[in-house]
């Protein structure tokens, strides 16, 4: 029998500390759709996409209410566009987002990725067109999410993409200038991008995948913090031990969750991605996790320490409770979605390369920031090229959301609302890298990667 | 189905009668019942079996929330399973 305290542990990890699973994620494959005429691709795209998620969002909220634990998302991601596309006879490949768009409206999922691009090598046609129509497919469509890997540990990174992005990220603002360059919300640049990720905006169903596949993202930020509390002042053996047993207890209802929704969608259940998730909700911050471990303000000297310890505690707990981890699985730093990242970068402890040296130690990079409007497309590239770099070089998933937001200033604040939160405009480095940038080619291989 | 079913609320008299008298209604069994008072709030969890409920459960745990503040209560009933996946190995 349950003990007492157990059962209200677990309730007051929901109702007070914020737990919930932070998504449920279908990928769907859209190989079997090709077709050489555009609009025969479209409709099968958008067939099979709501015949497969017909039942998402219901069994979603079905496990919700039996489990009594928010699934805060119901999402859905495709195999990248731009192979979907390939044989398509079309310059246009904005229908194809709008196609995804009317799916995941008429599926009742809040965003819908995959108008992706692997690039990290060379491009073909189809990725060229693709990336060209990200930023009208951006701003015509509501919930269609875009990525483009740029490199990889294997592959080295591919710098005419690299500068190809700055520019696309600078239309996509310019074209949603209006929402305070929402658009590039919707936009990440990858490098070793992972083809099971369930988080929103880089997640796509990888081509080593099945037809069709569940993937869970977990979250608890505030349950962590929470739990570090009760441990103040204590050696940081004692703080990883307790981070570890926290992560095992929410990956745990994230596995459980998983697995019911497999059942019940009658689709394979693939991973689950033992990630720490932030939301602009107060009590639920990774920043606030590692100013509990002792620092003043998230930034200062030690976080890229603290958040070390707790992107590896996090692992370790996780994944002993789930059967497949996956995805990105670290702890999010995502500076608009999360309330103690805001506040840090408002006092301007926390900068910019501060954020970059911390994306060398946790999951994924330099996400949600705004940069100031009139930002050059060479100093997104250039900051691309290091973010990708890092990735590149120490085997791991790096990424970048930038949103230079069109006519603000460092110091403005861009809202974007929901989830999605609201940025402090941060302050970039004014020294060109123009002549860097417009070099192109490729950056080689690190030596690590031949290692077979 | 076993499930857990949790009441909080200012102690009064008769809780624990009205919580029954609902799941009764409803033909859910109750296996045993762990209850305190603290600070005068109440406090009650329940272990109960709803094999003969004729609701689905989703809409047993509708009615059990929606029911609760007419008692003057914070009523939740969720299957027993997200417990032991958190606490059981």
Known sequence: MLSRNEILQTLDMIDQQHLDIRTITMGISLLSCADPDPKACCRKIYDKICRKAERLVEVGEQIEGEFGIPIVNK????????????????????????????????????????????????????????????????????????????????????????ARMGEIIKQTAQRTADRGGFGCAKLVVFCNAVEDNPFMAGAFHGVGEAESVINVGVSGPGVVYHALQSVKGQPF?????????????????????????????????????????????????????????????????????????????????????????????????P????????????????????LEAMTCVCSVGLDMIAVPGDTTAATLSAIIADEAAIGMVNNKTTAVRLIPAPGKQVGDMVEFGGLLGSAPVMPVH??????????????????????? | ???????????????????????????????????????????????????RCPLPFGELAGLMKQEGPALGLSIHIQREDIFNAMHRI
Do not use: W
């Open chain 1, 75 to 162: 999402r859905i991601s495709v195999t990248p566009v731009a192979l979907v596309a390939a044989g398509c006879e079309t310059e246009d490949y904005v229908p194809f987002a709008v196609a995804l768009d009317r799916a995941a409206k008429t599926c009742g999922v809040n965003f819908i990725g995959g108008y992706s691009a692997l690039v990290q090598k060379g491009m073909t046609k189809a990725d060229e067109k693709l990336i060209a129509s990200i930023p009208e497919a951006l701003a015509v469509t509501d919930f269609v999410c875009s990525s483009v890997n740029v490199g990889s540990t294997r592959a080295g990174i591919h710098m005419d993409a690299v």
């Open chain 1, 237 to 333: 053996d004692v703080v990883a031990e307790t981070v570890k047993k926290t992560a095992f207890r929410i990956t745990r209802m994230g596995q459980l969750v998983a697995r019911e929704a497999s059942q019940r969608l009658d689709t394979p259940f693939g991973i689950v991605d033992l990630s720490l998730a932030p939301t602009p909700a107060v009590g639920d911050s990774v920043a606030r996790i590692l100013e509990e471990m002792g620092l003043e303000t998230c930034g200062t000297h030690g976080t890229t320490a603290a958040l070390a310890l707790l992107n590896d505690a996090v692992k370790k707990g996780g994944v002993m409770a789930s059967s497949h981890v996956g995805g990105l699985s670290g702890a999010f730093i």
């Open chain 1, 335 to 354: 500076v608009s979605e999360d309330e103690g990242m805001i506040a840090a970068a408002q006092s301007g402890v926390l900068t910019l390369d501060k």
């Open chain 1, 430 to 452: 004014q020294s060109s890298a123009e002549a860097f940038i417009a070099r192109g080619g490729r950056i080689p291989a690190p030596l690590h990667s031949l290692r077979n």
């Open chain 2, 1 to 51: 189905m076993r499930a857990i079913v949790t009441v909080v609320g200012q102690d009064r008299v008769g809780i624990i009668a009205d919580v029954c008298a609902l799941l009764a209604k409803n033909n859910v069994n109750v296996l045993d019942i762990s209850q305190t008072v603290m600070q005068d709030y109440f406090t009650m969890i329940m272990m109960v079996d709803t094999e």
